[in-house]
Antibody, heavy 116, light 112 residues
């Protein structure tokens, strides 16, 4: 069965950095585009970032709200996808979900709280 | 960026009632490759989102066939033919035609 397991969330102060991870299993990871989607407390879903596959040069795309601060990456040898978040702001507080298969598969999320 | 406008924001229904949710896009979601990447998700309380319908009208594996999707271009509809208690939650449309991907604001389905 497909499984996505996020980790690495926590409490950080504004302007700090945090790297969250997603471990994938149950599908051919190297063939799948991967995404991060977030949800602020009590709010709707917001697409954050996407990374394509090796044949597509691992092209990356970002929401305007995180462009220049967040970096998505992947390690196909480990079936992992990462989100490096720098210069965090209070408005980045959210549950961060890893998703694949054009939103067919979702993890349980990891909570990132940015607060002083 | 593409804006997806979902209506209504809240929907009250009785068990067995049929309901529809609209998702209108600020620009056509027809990709140059001929596909339309408009999908529907359900997020039940306290759970991760779940894909229901992909590419406008294709039912995701394991999803009951009381769910159906239709539309083209900029206007799309999700229909539930006979609401069941397990259908309660927030429905989102999401587009993957134009970068950056965008979600609708959601439609909350409640029991009347």
């Amino acid at each position: 069965a497909v499984q996505l397991v996020e980790s690495g969330g926590g409490l950080v102060q504004p302007k700090e950095s945090l790297k969250i991870s997603c471990a994938a299993s149950g599908f051919t990871f190297s063939n799948a585009a991967m995404y991060w989607v977030r949800q602020a407390p009590g709010k709707g879903l917001e697409w954050v970032a996407r990374i394509r596959t090796k044949p597509n040069n691992y092209a990356t795309y970002y929401a305007d709200s995180v462009k220049g601060r967040f970096t998505i990456s992947r390690d196909d040898s480990k079936s992992m996808v990462y989100l490096q978040m720098d210069n965090l702001k209070t408005e980045d507080t959210a549950m961060y979900y890893c998703t694949a298969g054009e939103f067919a598969y979702w993890g349980q999320g990891t909570l990132v709280t940015v607060s002083s | 960026d593409v804006v997806l406008t979902q209506t209504p924001p809240t929907l009250s229904a009785t068990i067995g009632q049929s309901v529809s949710i609209s998702c209108r896009s600020s620009q056509s979601l027809l990709h140059s490759n001929g596909n339309t990447y408009l999908h529907w998700l359900l997020q039940r309380p306290g759970q991760s989102p779940q894909l229901l319908i992909y590419s406008v009208s294709r039912l995701e594996s394991g999803v009951p066939n009381r769910f159906s999707g239709s539309g083209s271009g900029t206007d799309f509809t999700l229909k539930i033919s006979g609401v069941e208690a397990e259908d309660l939650g927030v429905y989102y449309c999401v587009q993957g035609t134009h970068a950056p991907y965008t979600f609708g604001a959601g439609t909350k389905l409640e029991l009347k």
